[in-house]
T-cell receptor, first 115, second 115 residues
Framework: ELKVEQNPLFLSMQEGKNYTIYCNYSTTSDRLYWYRQDPGKSLESLFVLLSNGAVKQEGRLMASLDTKARLSTLHITAAVHDLSATYFC???????????????FGQGTTLQVKP | DAGVIQSPRHEVTEMGQEVTLRCKPISGHNSLFWYRQTMMRGLELLIYFNNNVPIDDSGMPEDRFSAKMPNASFSTLKIQPSEPRDSAVYFC?????????????FGDGTRLSIL
């Protein structure tokens, strides 16, 4: 079964602190995506990770991919209130001739940053 | 450039009524995805199209749900008859050709309430 699991599902943290969100997936893939969703809003693409060891950074967020461990991390550095949102990872398990672009999403991690 | 456009943004109707949700993908995108988001089940892929052709509808919950894509710039998701358990936010997303590794771009969603 194709599965994507995130942890934690809920994270409450103080401003200025660091933390990491984990995304594990069930079988081989080298295409993983991170999205952000604000309450009542759409999903916004944050990062696209396409190879083992890929690392992308934008502001206080850094995402990495370890395809051998089937693990991606989203690291938050010195959190600020504006980062409060729900973060989703999504994995494209299709490859080769069956490449469909179909994504399986994790459950989402709701991040609450307190002043 | 205009993003993915969905209509209506909100829909409230009584059970048994037909509901039609509409989506205009980003121009030039060849893949279109319909998702449903609820608190209980998270983000679920219902159906997706490549080049206007339905590829995988295994996520469509019941025969009451149907989707069409008559041309590259328009898709509909129809529920007939609607039931209270269909209440959810329905998102449409589009992306470039499969395998382009580009992220899916999401519309603002339709918040559906079935009374």
């Amino acid at each position: 079964e194709l599965k994507v699991e995130q942890n934690p599902l809920f994270l409450s943290m103080q401003e200025g602190k660091n933390y990491t969100i984990y995304c594990n997936y069930s079988t081989t893939s080298d295409r993983l995506y991170w999205y952000r969703q604000d309450p009542g809003k759409s999903l916004e693409s944050l990062f696209v990770l396409l190879s083992n060891g890929a690392v992308k950074q934008e502001g206080r967020l850094m995402a990495s991919l370890d395809t051998k461990a089937r693990l991606s991390t989203l690291h938050i550095t010195a959190a600020v209130h504006d980062l409060s949102a729900t973060y989703f990872c999504a994995v494209d398990f299709s490859r080769g001739s069956s490449n469909t672009g179909k994504l399986i999403f994790g459950q989402g991690t709701t991040l609450q940053v307190k002043p | 450039d205009a993003g993915v456009i969905q209509s209506p943004r909100h829909e409230v109707t009584e059970m048994g009524q037909e509901v039609t949700l509409r989506c205009k993908p980003i121009s030039g995108h060849n893949s279109l995805f319909w998702y449903r988001q609820t608190m209980m089940r998270g983000l679920e892929l219902l159906i997706y199209f490549n080049n206007n052709v339905p590829i995988d509808d295994s996520g469509m919950p019941e025969d009451r749900f149907s989707a069409k894509m008559p041309n590259a710039s328009f898709s509909t998701l129809k529920i007939q008859p609607s039931e209270p358990r269909d209440s959810a936010v329905y998102f449409c997303a589009s992306s470039l050709v499969p395998g382009s590794n580009q992220p899916q771009h999401f519309g603002d969603g339709t918040r559906l309430s079935i009374l």
